[in-house]
């Protein structure tokens, strides 16, 4: 009987191991471009470092200007990753960080992630109702045209392997009205609209998905960039009743839209916001406990 007992605990001990090895290792020998990283704040910071606990080998890239200015050596040395400078609006860049990516990297791509955004009338405090278009046209094409053009070289050049994952960051003003977020809004829109359209082709051609997640407001450089941030969080913390969702559970949600755990999702604007997007009003909100 006492061996009887033992022999079950070897078992479940041996399927528990079975068990944490397999969601430690959701990536394992996938390979993967992580663009946007800036500091340790980033959202893509903290993908990079998981797809890299997960197994995943990367690429990573953001703007040249951002190498100047950011942090990304740091973490391609944590990570030993390759970095590749590119201009995410730039079609002989993409191609360029697709082709170099395949080279280091040897093979196709089975994720993207797309955290790329940037508005300056937004950084220049334009008012929404007196914006300069020709910057709110950079707007869009840095924040969201660039998906498309990082969908289009990826579909023409046949770069994603079979069933991989295409994704970009988006956030709730797409469908709501936050004044302070700008023209911000309307690129969220269209990134998502992409997410939809270019999903469809993408997985006709080769079972590839395409998502956008739409985060909470989180506590990156970029963010805390945006007029009144720290009143967003907060207001969109107390309203939601699981409180904000972290730049680290964003990744993990990414880990798993990358995962073949997720092969049947596409064509979707996630919500990722601790129930916020589903909440009509919050008595904490209107009647705040003292």
């Given amino acids: 009987m006492a061996s009887q007992r033992t022999s079950i605990r070897y078992g479940l001990t041996k399927f528990a191991l079975r068990k944490i090895n397999s969601i430690m290792g959701l990536l394992e020998g996938k390979r993967g471009i992580i663009s946007g990283p800036l500091d340790e704040q980033s959202i893509a910071w903290k993908v990079a470092q998981k797809c890299h606990e997960q197994g995943a080998k990367i690429t990573l890239t953001n703007a040249p200007v951002a190498m100047r200015f950011g942090e990304i050596q740091k973490l391609a040395e944590e990570i030993n990753a ?3 400078p590119a201009d ?5 860049d993409i191609a360029k960080l697709y082709s170099q990516s395949q080279d280091i990297l040897g093979g196709k791509m089975d994720f993207v992630l797309h955290s790329i955004g940037m508005s300056v009338n937004v950084r220049k405090n334009r008012a929404y109702t007196d914006l300069k278009y020709d910057w709110m046209q950079k707007t869009f094409d840095v924040s969201a045209i660039s998906f498309h053009k990082f ?9 994603m392997a079979d069933w991989g994952s295409m994704l970009a960051l988006s956030y709730i003003a797409a469908q709501r009205v936050f004044p302070d977020y700008s023209e911000m809004a309307e690129s969220k829109a269209l990134l998502e609209s992409f997410a939809r359209s270019f999903g469809y082709h993408f997985g006709k051609k080769n079972n590839v998905r395409v998502n956008t997640i739409s985060q909470s407001p989180t506590m990156t450089t970029a963010g805390q960039g945006v007029k009144g941030f720290q ?3 907060d207001y969109a913390d107390t309203m939601s009743p699981l409180g904000n969702a972290t730049a680290d559970e964003c990744a993990d949600y990414c880990i798993f839209l990358f995962s073949d755990m997720s092969k049947k999702i596409t064509m979707q604007n996630l ?7 589903n909440m009509g009003i919050n008595p904490e909100v209107v009647m705040p406990s003292e």
């Fill in 151 to 159: 969908m289009q070289v990826a579909y023409q050049q046949d770069v």
């Fill in 231 to 233: 009143e967003f969080f």
């Fill in 82 to 84: 390759e970095i590749i």
């Fill in 88 to 92: 995410a609006t730039s079609l002989d």
């Fill in 271 to 277: 919500y990722h916001d601790g129930g916020f997007s």
